[in-house]
């Protein structure tokens, strides 16, 4: 149990495109997920969390208006990379709780994201 | 300010050698305390964690780690290296309880040499 999907698994794209990358618990309800960003040979940096229904709080230094995030019900949240220039090729990983046990987060396989 | 310090970016270790990953939290509220594995382009697995009890974790793989609170330290440990352990590990913390708001260490690359 506790499995997180995401797709695509890879993306490329042209500079100024808008991408988006989807995030789901495939059997449980996540009443939170969370977005991280991994740069090469770097930890993972907290972008954004959010519930279901409401608005994403976003950790400081985040462009809200850049990375929009959607979590529109209790298994989908997504994550739309506006206008997307090559500084925004990274490694986004998404996790989830609300699977048991409840004090854990559950990580998806993550989205290569190359902007050329 | 909490923080989480793994020490050793990179560790390099035999087939069938003991492997040890340091980790060090900062904080003045009850950790809970986790050991994630990722491995190349891919998301990150859960090893094992600490919430309450026990403080000696067995997790997957063969992997351990012992919650030492006069130390601060949660370190990973297998006794015996194989190939297939080679990848980066991440030390990550909550504290007071939250569910969310995990803070994660850097990262330690572990090699396994034949």
């Known amino acids: 149990g506790a499995v997180v999907s995401q797709h695509p698994s890879r993306v490329i794209c042209k500079s100024g495109t808008s991408v988006k990358i989807e995030c789901r618990s495939l059997d449980f309800q996540a009443t939170t997920m969370f977005w991280y960003r991994q740069f090469p040979k770097q930890s993972l940096m907290l972008m954004a969390t959010?519930?279901?229904?409401?608005?994403?709080?976003?950790e400081q230094g985040v462009e809200k208006d850049k990375f929009l995030i959607n979590h529109a019900s209790l298994t989908l949240s997504t994550l739309t990379v506006t206008s997307a220039h090559p500084e925004d090729s990274s490694f986004y990983i998404c996790s989830a709780i609300g699977g048991e046990p409840t004090d854990t987060q559950y990580f998806g396989p993550g989205t290569r994201l190359t902007v050329l | 300010a909490q923080s989480v310090t793994q020490l050793g970016s990179h560790v390099s270790v035999s087939e069938g050698a003991l492997v040890l990953l340091r980790c060090n939290y900062s904080?003045?509220?009850?950790?809970?305390l986790f050991w994630y594995v990722q491995y190349p382009n891919q998301g990150l697995q859960l090893l094992l964690k600490?919430?309450?009890?026990?403080?000696l974790v067995k997790g997957i793989n063969g992997f351990e780690a012992e919650f030492k609170k006069s130390e601060t330290s949660f370190h990973l440990t297998k006794p015996s290296a194989h190939m297939s352990d080679a990848a980066e590990y991440f030390c990550?913390?909550?504290?007071?309880?939250?569910?969310?708001?995990?803070?994660f260490g850097k990262g330690t690359k572990l090699s396994v040499k034949p």
């Open positions: 600490y919430t309450t009890g026990a403080t």
């Open positions: 904080s003045s509220v009850p950790p809970y």
């Open positions: 990550a913390v909550t504290f007071g309880g939250s569910q969310g708001n995990l803070i």
């Open positions: 959010s519930n279901e229904g409401s608005k994403a709080t976003y």
